[in-house]
């Protein structure tokens, strides 16, 4: 018999959470998509983190298997 008053408790927080819309702060989002102003200096100070684009040797395809 408590199934109602269950659903009903679920149906309300579903409507809260659909309709809830937070104050965004723009600012910070951007900031944080904007990346990390220090990246260079950290990449100099410890460069065996660093990644090299050009770098293709761990990744190998093998032709023959890729067009079968």
Known sequence: MGRGRQ???HTKVARDLKYFSPDT???AL???LAG???LDEDLSKWPEYSVADDDDS???V???SKSA
């Open 36 to 38: 990390n102003p220090r």
């Open 58 to 60: 761990d990744v190998e």
């Open 7 to 9: 659903k009903a408790k």
């Open 25 to 27: 702060n723009y600012g």
């Open 30 to 32: 951007a900031e944080e």
């Open 62 to 64: 093998d032709e023959e």
